[in-house]
């Protein structure tokens, strides 16, 4: 059985993994000319992603390259003193199993652990899919037929549009953009920031990275007029965002028209409660992103995709009868994620200074706290900080043994 997946990000690389590990012939297509190495702030494995990662046979790489940005000092507008957070302490407590790892190493590891045993095409996409035959058109490369097809292309998926229809994501109410910027800007290990009304601006660098990342997060009302391939514009709307917040914030924004990577988006939730049409589904944030930055899309994304794997395994690559039950299992961390996003987009970026302070002193308790004590209390609260360790993980065909770290390539 033959499968193309479009987009070599997150879930298409884990995708890919499991696929050949069943047995399927897997094509990844992806736009950019190379594999997105740069741009784009850490994300969060959870749980059940890192046991995926475990049983991929990269848990000890992903474990090597993480951030260990475990302290964060934040300055808050109109206050004299900057407040510190244990950033160790809240991920104990938010998670038995994490680790912060920057996005493009993480797309790196999984892309490394596939790249043997499966066709890779870069600098192209589909322009046409029939859903129901599984034929495609390329930009560039010849038709193909596939007996299934997947969208793992984002966001802004290019599969989804060509088969549902144009975007029908809801606007949560903020931006996020990232910037890489010299690392002499930043403390290794520590992440340095400013936090106001609607708007909360830091810098952080890994042991290991050769640039710092500066990120940005900021409410709007509405939708900003705004394409998101249009770089200049997004910039523009950047400097407006943080004009006077702080100098240190105006020399971050200094680096926007040097700076080699530059990530800007909405946080946008898609709501759909189904992405499957005839030979046809989507996984990660192409079918179910919960808001870039505020949901936990990377570690839905490692699930979902395993899940797509094993239940195309189960059901003997029979698409219809894999797709219904993908979509089963997918649907309870689905509407928790989203539920999760809507709650972590009010409070880290509070609208009023009276959120920023409440935002403030909320950390600080938390860091307070013994751990112990903390730990006690996030259990208790399995639909919110313990959401991603609360997600089940099926055991699929031969799925849990798990296999042999690859010796790393650089
Ligand atoms: C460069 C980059 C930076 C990011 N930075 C952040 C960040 O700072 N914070 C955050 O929360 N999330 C960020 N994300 C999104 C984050 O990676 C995802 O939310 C999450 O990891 C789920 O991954 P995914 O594989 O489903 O989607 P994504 O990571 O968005 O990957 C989609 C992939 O599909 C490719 N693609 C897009 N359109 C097409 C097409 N038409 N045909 C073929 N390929 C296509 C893209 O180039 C990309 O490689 C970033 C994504 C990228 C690509």
């Not at 696929?19 to 494995?45: I, M, N």
């Not at 390329?138 to 998926?157: C, M, Q, T, Y």
């Not at 965002?241 to 100098?247: C, I, L, S, T, V």
Request: glycine fraction near 10%; hydrophobic fraction near 40%.
């Amino acid at each position: 059985m033959r499968v193309l997946i479009s987009g070599a990000s997150i879930a298409g690389p884990v995708l890919a993994y499991w696929l050949t590990r069943h047995g399927f012939t897997v094509t990844v297509v992806e736009r950019s000319p190379a594999l997105r190495k740069t741009g784009g702030h850490a994300v969060d494995l959870f749980r059940p992603a890192m046991d995926i990662s475990e049983r991929m046979g990269v848990l000890a790489r992903v474990e090597e390259m993480a951030t260990r940005v475990d302290r964060m000092t934040v300055h808050r507008e109109g206050a004299r003193k900057p407040f510190a957070v244990d950033l160790g302490k809240v991920y104990r407590a938010a998670s038995d199993r994490h680790v912060e790892i920057m996005r493009d190493d993480l797309s790196e590891i999984y892309y490394d652990a596939t790249r043997d045993d499966v066709e890779y095409v870069f600098g192209d996409h589909l322009t046409a899919i029939d859903a129901e035959e599984g034929t495609v058109v390329f930009e560039h490369g010849p038709p193909r037929r596939f007996d299934v097809v997947v969208g793992a292309d984002g966001l802004h998926s290019g599969v989804r549009r060509l088969v549902f229809g144009p975007e029908a994501g809801v606007f949560i109410g903020a931006y996020l953009a990232v910037l890489s910027v010299p690392r002499e800007r930043a403390v290794v290990g520590e992440y340095v920031g400013h936090l106001g009304a609607g708007r909360m601006a830091g810098v952080y660098a890994a042991e290991h990275m050769t640039d710092a990342r500066a990120v940005f997060l900021f409410r709007a009302e509405r939708e900003l007029d705004c394409h998101h391939r249009d770089v200049p514009r997004q910039k523009r709307l950047l400097r407006e965002a943080f004009a006077g917040m702080h100098g240190d914030v105006d020399g971050w924004l200094d680096e926007l028209d040097a700076t080699p990577a530059f990530y800007f988006d909405s946080i946008t939730q898609l709501r759909a409660d189904t992405w499957s049409r005839g030979r046809v589904t989507l996984v990660g944030d192409a079918g179910y992103c919960p808001g870039p930055a505020v949901g936990g899309s990377t570690s839905l994304a490692v699930v979902g995709a395993y899940t797509l794997a094993g239940e195309l395994a189960e059901a003997g690559g029979d698409a219809g009868r894999a797709f219904a039950a993908y979509e089963r299992a997918m649907a309870g961390p689905v509407r928790g994620a989203r539920a999760f996003a809507l709650g972590s987009a009010r409070t880290l970026i509070p609208r009023t200074p009276l959120g920023a302070w409440a935002l403030a002193s909320g950390a600080r308790l938390v860091s307070a706290l013994p751990t112990a004590l903390t730990r006690s209390l996030a259990r208790l609260n399995q639909r919110g900080v313990r959401l991603y360790d609360s997600m089940a993980v099926k055991d699929y065909l031969g799925a849990r043994t798990p296999r042999r770290e690859r010796p790393t390539r650089r």
